[in-house]
């Protein structure tokens, strides 16, 4: 086995390799070499050596803000390595990016904050990126920075309008600008492949309740999932049932709706559904519609 080796157990399957090279590699190209203080192979921290941040050519300089932030997220992600027994497994999702809507408040309960990091490192362990409000606050906050620390594309979406009060201190991943909040949901939901609601207010309900709609419509048939966390939607789900009874919505569209107490077994579901209702409208009427109309197909949600 050559120096530039890593160990690892050979009954498992290297699949943490490419998510660890690129995290180690970002921006320092590898060394030609990566020597050891033994003649066997190096272990996973002497290949975060070879990151360079622990070189003695750096000793006595001052280090950057930057480099203070860069240092703990890498400290955090081996933390991590370490505690999964230098393991890290991920699978593949049908998923490429899955759209969160949540509070710009982290809530009263401990549990809602949990639950939003929960689901981040859940995003990440799948392999799947996150777009979302864009702000730096509250439960927004917790999600992007679990999964941007987890390796993973983060996409934030938010009205200029809202800048100042939803953006504080150091964004994660991309910004993405947008004039109001119509536009913020047409361009949240284009770029997204399933949508999740943590908890969250008026702002959260509103546009989870668009995107059930848009199901209904024909618009799109991307899956919806609530995160029921402590039983925090359990009113919303019953007013639904109620709806169903009465007689407002069939009951195939209340099947539009996937919840679970946890991100794991949300997630798994979502993965496994497949639409029930019957749609207003066929999605290629709704993007004919468009095109006559002369909309730009950029704002497309049904892709």
Known sequence: MSKTSVIANPKRPLSFLPLLHRYIFAENPPPTTCTSHSDSSPSLSSVFLARGHFLTRNRGRKKTEQEVTKEKKRTNF???????????????S????VC???GSSPGKKTSYKDAAIELGRELVTRNI??????????LMGLIS?????????????IPKTLMPQEIT??????VKAVADMHQRKAEMARHSDAFI??????????????????????????PVGLLNVDGYYNSLLSFIDEAVEEGFISPNARHIIVSAPNAKDLVKKMEEYLPRHEKVASKLSWEIERLELGHSTKCDISR
């Open 145 to 157: 920075q679990a999964v941007y620390e987890g390796g993973r594309h983060v996409i934030g979406v």
């Open 169 to 174: 201190g150091v964004t994660v991943g991309e």
């Open 78 to 92: 081996s933390s991590r390595f370490r505690e999964m027994g230098m393991e890290m497994e991920t699978m593949e």
């Open 100 to 102: 969160v809507f949540c």
């Open 94 to 97: 049908k998923f490429k990016r």
């Open 129 to 138: 990126d996150l777009v979302y409000g864009g702000g730096s606050i509250g």
């Open 197 to 222: 609601a943590l908890p969250g207010g008026y702002g959260t309900l509103e546009e989870l309740l668009e995107v059930i709609t848009w199901a209904q419509l024909g618009i799109h048939d991307k």
